[in-house]
């Protein structure tokens, strides 16, 4: 496994944004790439394009607000960008850089024909009627209009984000053109050209990634317990597919708060109670605990599906879980990251573990460009190749290069871009 045991202290959570992190990554992976494409690295460090817009709205008031939105088009070697577009208060240029750099990777370990970008707007969503919601998206998708495009780069859902503002984003940008052009955006509604399958996507790459990695270790899905972060889009399907293979989901938690149940928490009906009460407590047989107790529940696999910087140096010592599986986009820290590795934890690295997602939705931009749409059973089919083969391919590099799933993933992505990189050379 790889070199580490003590944790330096540049690695200090309170000192490291989502950036520095993805920073400290590609530093961790550069002894391993290839050497003639070591020349290129620094490309890897240097988001191509960023742009940062004002998103100015009138409120039901009357009165005018102003928002921070950002578009990063991290690398476009292997294509046109792909990532999403998050709606949160914390939304930075430094986060936003870093899913965008995130989405090249992952794009590249599946294999997809993307580079990397990811788009946001420092705003709690929360905090606005439907109508400012809508108005919000048309002005941000007027905005980032000179980025974006289905040759160009391709914007879907992230936290806080859904069919219906992907359906505004499309409706924005073909009032543009003057044409419908539905392949501009992925994550759409099923009669605007969405695809089936998509809802669910990530959170099926979570449980197909994880069932791989359960198999290799020779732990069995049927009884296994299973603890998830998030219970939005990726957690709550994650957590429903696990529970219909016969683990038991133990442990929620979600922004509202944490419930256990030793026998299993009834998914289904969690998802209802959330959704009629707003919370996830007050539903019988689901006891709440403290949120800090959610990390040392005793569980087989923990998935992380809410945000980032979850597991750190202040809990990772404290998870029991056997494998880690990163729903969410960097939910460990560096830091946390060399407390599992010394705990001989096995992490599912982001890059590998949610790009069910990008991959249904690349599955998506095809039929909308070609106009020809597929059953669900068809992309369920070729959605879980594609994991599978991912898995595979960096458990193998993983196992015979001595390092962890998130180096080797790394290895392979940050290899794919490189090479199209070198391959492409520079211009002029
Ligand atoms: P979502 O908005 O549907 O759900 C987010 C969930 O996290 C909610 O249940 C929310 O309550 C919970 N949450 C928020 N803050 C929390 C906190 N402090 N503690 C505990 N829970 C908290 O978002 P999503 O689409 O499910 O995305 C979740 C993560 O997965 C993000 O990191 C996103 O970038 C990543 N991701 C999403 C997709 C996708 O297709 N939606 C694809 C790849 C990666």
Same mark, same amino acid.
């Given at each position: 496994?790889?070199?580490?045991?003590?944790?330096?202290?540049?690695?200090?959570?309170?000192?490291?944004?989502?950036?520095? #992190?993805?920073?400290?990554?590609?530093?961790?992976?550069?002894? /391993?790439?290839?050497?003639?494409?070591?020349?290129?690295?620094?490309?890897?460090?240097?988001?191509?394009?960023?742009?940062?817009?004002?998103? &100015?709205?009138?409120?039901?008031?009357?009165?005018?607000?102003?928002?921070?939105? /950002?578009?990063?088009?991290?690398?476009?070697?292997? !294509?046109?960008?792909?990532?999403?577009?998050?709606?949160?208060?914390?939304?930075?240029?430094?986060? $936003?850089?870093?899913?965008?750099?995130?989405?090249?990777?992952?794009? =590249?370990?599946?294999?997809?024909?993307?580079?990397?970008?990811?788009?946001?707007?420092?705003?709690?969503?929360?905090?606005?009627?439907?109508?400012?919601?809508?108005?919000?998206?048309?002005?941000?998708?007027?905005?980032?209009?000179?980025?974006? +495009?289905?040759?160009?780069?391709?914007?879907? &859902?992230?936290?806080?984000?859904?069919?219906?503002?992907?359906?505004?984003?499309?409706?924005?940008?073909?009032?543009?053109?003057?044409?419908?052009?539905? +392949? $501009?955006?992925?994550?759409?509604?099923?009669?605007? !050209? !969405?695809?089936?399958?998509?809802?669910?996507?990530?959170?099926?790459?979570?449980?197909?990634?994880?069932?791989?990695? =359960?198999?290799?270790?020779?732990?069995?899905?049927?009884?296994?317990?299973?603890?998830?972060?998030?219970?939005?889009? $990726?957690?709550?399907?994650?957590?429903?597919?696990?529970?219909?293979?016969?683990?038991?989901?133990?442990?929620?938690?979600?922004?509202?708060?944490?419930?256990?149940?030793?026998?299993?928490?009834?998914?289904?009906?969690?998802?209802?109670?959330?959704?009629?009460?707003?919370?996830?407590?007050?539903?019988?047989?689901?006891?709440?605990?403290?949120?800090?107790?959610?990390?040392?529940?005793?569980?087989?696999?923990?998935?992380?599906?809410?945000?980032?910087?979850?597991? #750190?140096?202040?809990?990772?010592?404290?998870?029991?879980?056997?494998?880690?599986?990163?729903?969410?986009?960097?939910?460990?820290?560096?830091? =946390?990251?060399?407390?599992?590795?010394?705990?001989?934890?096995?992490?599912?690295?982001?890059?590998?573990?949610?790009?069910? +997602?990008?991959?249904?939705? /690349?599955?998506?931009?095809?039929?909308?460009?070609?106009?020809?749409?597929?059953?669900?059973?068809?992309?369920?089919?070729?959605?879980?190749?594609?994991?599978?083969? =991912?898995?595979?391919?960096?458990?193998?590099?993983?196992?015979?290069?001595?390092?962890?799933?998130?180096?080797?993933?790394?290895?392979? +992505?940050?290899?794919?871009?490189?090479?199209?990189?070198?391959?492409?050379?520079?211009?002029?």
């Amino acid at each position: 496994m790889d070199n580490t045991s003590k944790i330096p202290s540049y690695l200090s959570r309170e000192r490291l944004g989502p950036w520095e #992190t993805y920073l400290v990554q590609i530093d961790r992976v550069e002894p /391993y790439l290839e050497k003639s494409l070591l020349p290129w690295v620094e490309t890897l460090t240097r988001p191509k394009r960023t742009l940062i817009v004002d998103v &100015p709205i009138r409120l039901d008031s009357g009165e005018i607000a102003h928002f921070e939105g /950002y578009r990063v088009q991290h690398n476009l070697s292997r !294509g046109p960008g792909k990532g999403g577009i998050r709606y949160h208060p914390d939304v930075t240029l430094s986060e $936003v850089m870093a899913l965008s750099a995130w989405m090249t990777i992952k794009n =590249a370990v599946v294999n997809v024909p993307y580079g990397g970008a990811k788009g946001g707007i420092r705003v709690n969503p929360k905090n606005l009627t439907l109508a400012e919601l809508e108005r919000l998206t048309r002005r941000y998708a007027s905005e980032i209009n000179i980025m974006i +495009g289905p040759e160009k780069d391709i914007p879907a &859902p992230d936290i806080n984000t859904n069919e219906q503002i992907m359906a505004w984003f499309m409706d924005t940008y073909s009032m543009n053109q003057g044409k419908t052009t539905t +392949g $501009v955006v992925t994550g759409k509604p099923l009669s605007l !050209g !969405g695809s089936l399958g998509r809802p669910d996507a990530t959170g099926r790459g979570v449980f197909i990634t994880t069932v791989e990695a =359960a198999r290799h270790l020779g732990i069995p899905i049927a009884g296994a317990k299973v603890a998830v972060q998030g219970f939005g889009n $990726v957690g709550e399907a994650a957590a429903r597919l696990f529970a219909e293979a016969g683990a038991k989901v133990v442990a929620v938690q979600d922004e509202t708060g944490t419930v256990f149940n030793a026998a299993g928490l009834d998914v289904r009906r969690l998802k209802r109670h959330r959704h009629e009460t707003g919370s996830l407590g007050g539903m019988a047989e689901a006891e709440s605990i403290d949120n800090q107790d959610f990390w040392a529940c005793e569980v087989d696999i923990l998935i992380a599906a809410a945000l980032e910087n979850q597991i #750190t140096e202040d809990n990772a010592g404290r998870i029991r879980a056997r494998i880690v599986t990163e729903g969410a986009n960097g939910p460990t820290t560096p830091a =946390a990251d060399l407390i599992l590795q010394a705990r001989n934890i096995l992490v599912i690295p982001d890059v590998l573990a949610n790009a069910g +997602g990008v991959t249904v939705s /690349y599955f998506e931009w095809v039929q909308d460009i070609s106009a020809f749409f597929w059953s669900e059973d068809e992309i369920n089919q070729r959605l879980d190749k594609i994991m599978r083969d =991912a898995f595979n391919a960096v458990w193998a590099s993983a196992e015979s290069k001595g390092i962890l799933l998130r180096t080797a993933a790394f290895v392979l +992505g940050c290899e794919r871009v490189l090479l199209a990189r070198k391959l492409r050379g520079l211009y002029p």
